[in-house]
């Protein structure tokens, strides 16, 4: 069956720092590209981060320098590391693949406020 189960997300002030995990099940993780997505209040769900299966990785503009995606193939696991966290940053973040997505997740709420 699969899965994708997001977690860490929570409120926290502007500067500070989250790190999210996505455990997946039921695809061969280390075979696929993975990215993060975001999706604000009134915005569309946007791709924020990508990390290829050998290991390279792309950032949007926007969280370039602040954000670090990286993956855990033995335990079918993607996370991304967020630090300076801005009040533009709030949204619900998810995991998926990045060349297709059959599903979503519940994702993960990031609230960033003082």
């Known amino acids: 069956q699969v899965q994708l189960v997001e977690s860490g997300g929570g409120l926290v002030q502007p500067g500070g720092s989250l790190t999210l995990s996505c455990l997946t099940s039921?695809?061969?993780?280390?075979?696929?590209?993975w990215g993060w997505y975001r999706q604000a209040p009134g915005k569309q769900r946007e791709l924020v981060a990508i990390i290829r299966r050998n290991g390279e990785s792309l950032y949007q503009t926007s969280v370039r320098g602040r954000f670090t995606i990286y993956r855990d193939n033995a335990n079918d696991t993607v996370y991304l590391q967020m630090n300076n966290l801005k009040s533009e940053d709030t949204a619900v973040y998810y995991c998926?693949?990045?060349?297709?997505?059959?599903?979503w997740g519940q994702g993960t709420q990031v609230t960033v406020s003082s």
């Open positions: 998926n693949k990045v060349d297709t997505q059959d599903f």
């Open positions: 039921g695809w061969m993780f280390s075979f696929i590209d």
